[in-house]
C-alpha cells in the first residue's frame, strides 16, 4: 500500500451559508491523500499503472466548482467522485480550507477533514 498527497491545490470557489459567500467567492486550499496498491506501478514504471494524480486535481477542481453551503459537503463529494472514477483507490483524505473566513475575527482559515475507506 502507499500514499499519493496533493498538497494546497489552490482554488477560487462560491461555498458558504451566506449570499454574499456566493456572489463574492473566496480563496480555497485542498489537501489530498490517497492509497492504493502502488507496487505493480512501482516496478513496470506505467501511468495506467497507478493513480494518476492530474485526474485527481481534475475531480478536485470540479467538485470545487459546484456551490455549496458546507464544506463538509464538498469534502464528501470529492471523497465520493473519486472512489467512483478511481478504482484503484482504496482510501481517500480531504481537507477542504477556507481561508479568510467571514466569521467576525481574525482567522486565518477554518478547515473540515474527512477520512473514508473502500
Given at each position: 500500500m502507499g500514499t499519493i498527497r496533493l498538497k494546497n491545490i489552490k482554488i477560487y470557489a462560491f461555498h458558504g451559508c451566506l449570499t454574499e459567500e456566493g456572489?463574492?467567492?473566496?480563496?480555497?486550499?485542498v489537501n489530498l491523500s490517497v492509497k492504493a496498491d502502488l507496487n505493480k506501478a512501482s516496478?513496470?514504471?506505467?501511468?495506467?499503472?497507478?493513480?494518476?494524480?492530474v485526474?485527481?486535481?481534475?475531480?478536485?477542481?470540479?467538485?470545487?466548482?459546484i456551490r455549496a453551503k458546507l464544506l463538509?459537503?464538498?469534502?464528501?463529494?470529492?471523497?465520493?467522485?473519486?472512489?467512483?472514477?478511481?478504482?484503484?483507490?482504496?482510501?481517500?483524505?480531504?481537507?477542504?480550507?477556507?481561508?479568510?473566513?467571514?466569521?467576525?475575527g481574525d482567522v486565518a482559515e477554518v478547515s473540515v477533514t474527512i477520512k473514508e475507506k473502500r
Open positions: 456572489q463574492i467567492g473566496s480563496d480555497y486550499l516496478k513496470s514504471d506505467e501511468l495506467a499503472d497507478t493513480v494518476d494524480y485526474m485527481l486535481q481534475k475531480i478536485v477542481r470540479e467538485e470545487m466548482a463538509e459537503h464538498v469534502a464528501k463529494r470529492i471523497i465520493d467522485s473519486i472512489l467512483l472514477k478511481v478504482e484503484m483507490v482504496n482510501e481517500v483524505k480531504v481537507t477542504v480550507a477556507k481561508r479568510n473566513p467571514p466569521i467576525g
